[in-house]
């Protein structure tokens, strides 16, 4: 399934511009934040950040391990 979203103009910022098929699919709400993932074969995929307390936490152990090396020599 395909769905096609608007983009537009805000202040000095690009939106995009959910249809009620989108807003329906994706589960989202004024205020929700969406994320883009990118896969193997260049492409994005669209989905609803997970704020669940393993969702972040994984989040965060994630992030740590990525720049462990750096947060281990600035320590020092």
């Known amino acids: 399934?395909?769905?096609a979203?608007?983009?537009t103009q805000v202040g000095d910022e690009m939106a995009?511009?959910?249809s009620d098929e989108a807003l329906e699919l994706l589960?989202?709400?004024e205020g929700d934040t969406l994320?883009?993932?990118a896969s193997p074969d260049g492409g994005l995929r669209l989905a609803k950040?997970?704020?669940s307390f393993d969702a972040r936490r994984e989040r965060d152990r994630a992030f740590l391990n990525r720049?462990?090396?750096t947060f281990e020599?600035?320590?020092k």
């Open 49 to 51: 950040l997970d704020m």
């Open 67 to 69: 720049y462990r090396k």
């Open 16 to 18: 995009l511009v959910l």
């Open 5 to 7: 979203l608007k983009v």
């Open 73 to 75: 020599t600035l320590a």
């Open 1 to 3: 399934m395909m769905i």
């Open 35 to 37: 994320c883009f993932e």
């Open 27 to 29: 589960g989202v709400s």
